[in-house]
């Protein structure tokens, strides 16, 4: 099954079943070793170029990876042609996320494909432009939600398509994470509203609000708070969040959301069908694989230990990262299949929209303390 919970197939023709793609990623910070192991696992697929706004940067990581080419804009990126005459076929885009929206669009305008890391962008017409760019431009538009992939997450969307779990009547999205202050202040465009467009939502929460929506159906209302308990020295955005969200078919769910949590209690998504049967998923330590850890249905529950006392429960980013890099190969994977078909990617960039609707939703509900109507 597809992380969108429907399949679209197409045949692949010799060509494209054939030819190396060629690959290009903009940004070569924290995430990018993801994207580059995830491309590399594939067979006629080459990472052949590298940019990012420090041109010298670009030099040192494409040379301690064995990349070819590195430039310093996106721009010379995609101007670049082998001795072919080919350029690069698609691009990861692995930039902070302001800039999504000027690499998207300057791609498409190229007719390359684009994989995105999240969220698509900080706001919603700079989303609705980038998905507009490449569907006029009629090429493959990908956003990365890694964790839609986790077999667990799959065999909870299988329970609701079967009707194992009947229709979502209620959910839970739960996110206490612990932060360093050092996190925020390792990078200037961390936790400022301009550079960085939120805080725990945009940042790590959107992961959940994701799978939280892609089980449970399209949102119509949402209403938030948001406050900064403990980080206040170092952001400007918030380290913490509730909310409440109701959806078209009737049903509602509760978020919480935070970085201001020690130690870590990691992440669970939970769901309640018509059927009375309960799922839930939990990631702890963050980034570990998700793990169904309650299953209740009938006149049984199975359930497992929702944080063993044995594993560390506050983790790195580069730790984090590390340990994502599988469902980050499982999603590149089904993106390049997309593209050599011509098909629709799992994750599409009106997919990735729907849960940067929600979060700023959030934000603007908390501003003015009335719920949000979509």
Same mark, same amino acid.
């Given at each position: 099954?597809?992380?969108?919970?429907?399949?679209?197939?197409?045949? =692949?023709?010799?060509?494209?079943?054939?030819?190396?793609?060629?690959?290009?990623?903009?940004?070569?910070?924290?995430?990018?070793?993801?994207?580059?192991?995830?491309?590399?696992?594939?067979?006629?697929?080459?990472?052949?170029?590298?940019?990012?706004?420090? @041109?010298?940067? *670009?030099?040192?990581?494409?040379?301690?990876?064995?990349?070819?080419?590195? &430039?310093?804009?996106?721009?010379?990126?995609?101007?670049?042609?082998?001795?072919?005459?080919?350029?690069?076929?698609?691009?990861?885009?692995?930039? =902070?996320?302001?800039?999504?929206?000027?690499?998207?669009?300057?791609?498409?305008?190229?007719?390359?494909?684009?994989?995105?890391?999240? =969220?698509?962008?900080?706001?919603?017409?700079?989303?609705?432009?980038?998905?507009?760019?490449?569907?006029?431009?009629?090429?493959?538009?990908?956003?990365?939600?890694?964790?839609?992939?986790?077999?667990? *997450?799959?065999?909870? /969307?299988?329970?609701?398509? #079967?009707?194992?779990?009947?229709?979502?009547?209620?959910?839970?999205?739960?996110?206490?994470?612990?932060? !360093?202050?050092?996190?925020?202040?390792?990078?200037?465009?961390?936790?400022?509203?301009?550079?960085?467009?939120?805080?725990?939502?945009?940042?790590?929460?959107?992961?959940?609000?994701?799978?939280?929506?892609?089980?449970?159906?399209?949102?119509?209302?949402?209403?938030?708070?948001?406050?900064? &308990?403990?980080?206040?020295?170092?952001?400007?955005?918030?380290?913490?969040?509730?909310?409440?969200?109701?959806?078209?078919?009737?049903?509602?769910?509760?978020?919480?959301?935070?970085?201001?949590?020690? =130690?870590?209690?990691?992440?669970?998504?939970?769901?309640?069908?018509?059927?009375? @049967?309960?799922?839930?998923?939990?990631? &702890?330590?963050?980034?570990?694989?998700?793990?169904?850890?309650?299953?209740?249905?009938?006149?049984?529950?199975?359930?497992? !230990?929702?944080?063993?006392?044995?594993?560390?429960?506050?983790? #790195?980013?580069?730790?984090?990262?590390?340990?994502?890099?599988?469902?980050? /190969?499982?999603?590149?994977?089904?993106?390049?299949?997309?593209?050599?078909?011509?098909?629709?990617?799992?994750?599409?960039?009106?997919?990735?929209?729907?849960?940067? /609707?929600?979060?700023?939703?959030?934000?603007?509900?908390?501003?003015?303390?009335?719920?949000?109507?979509?």
């Amino acid at each position: 099954m597809s992380a969108t919970g429907s399949e679209s197939i197409t045949e =692949p023709t010799a060509e494209s079943a054939v030819r190396t793609l060629r690959v290009g990623i903009a940004g070569g910070g924290a995430i990018f070793r993801n994207h580059l192991e995830a491309y590399r696992a594939l067979q006629d697929v080459e990472v052949v170029a590298l940019c990012d706004i420090d @041109a010298e940067r *670009a030099g040192a990581v494409a040379a301690a990876h064995g990349i070819e080419h590195a &430039f310093g804009s996106v721009t010379d990126l995609l101007g670049w042609r082998g001795e072919d005459g080919r350029g690069i076929d698609l691009i990861s885009v692995c930039t =902070p996320h302001p800039t999504h929206e000027a690499v998207v669009t300057e791609a498409a305008a190229a007719g390359v494909h684009v994989l995105c890391e999240k =969220p698509i962008a900080i706001d919603l017409a700079a989303a609705e432009r980038m998905v507009a760019a490449c569907r006029e431009a009629s090429v493959t538009f990908g956003v990365l939600f890694q964790r839609r992939f986790w077999p667990a *997450a799959q065999r909870i /969307r299988t329970a609701i398509d #079967d009707g194992t779990l009947g229709t979502p009547i209620l959910g839970h999205c739960s996110v206490l994470l612990h932060r !360093e202050p050092e996190y925020y202040s390792a990078t200037a465009w961390r936790g400022t509203w301009d550079s960085d467009g939120g805080g725990v939502l945009m940042t790590q929460g959107i992961h959940y609000i994701d799978l939280l929506q892609w089980f449970m159906g399209e949102v119509v209302e949402v209403h938030g708070h948001m406050a900064t &308990f403990a980080h206040g020295d170092h952001i400007e955005v918030e380290d913490s969040a509730v909310a409440t969200l109701r959806f078209a078919s009737g049903a509602i769910a509760t978020v919480q959301a935070s970085t201001a949590v020690t =130690p870590s209690l990691g992440v669970q998504v939970r769901v309640t069908g018509s059927t009375g @049967a309960t799922a839930q998923v939990t990631e &702890f330590p963050e980034g570990t694989d998700g793990r169904v850890d309650i299953w209740a249905a009938g006149d049984s529950v199975g359930a497992q !230990e929702t944080w063993p006392s044995s594993l560390n429960p506050n983790v #790195d980013l580069a730790t984090i990262n590390g340990a994502l890099i599988p469902w980050h /190969r499982a999603q590149v994977a089904d993106f390049v299949d997309a593209v050599r078909a011509g098909g629709t990617p799992a994750v599409t960039g009106e997919e990735a929209t729907k849960s940067l /609707r929600i979060l700023l939703a959030v934000y603007e509900s908390s501003r003015t303390g009335k719920p949000v109507v979509f």
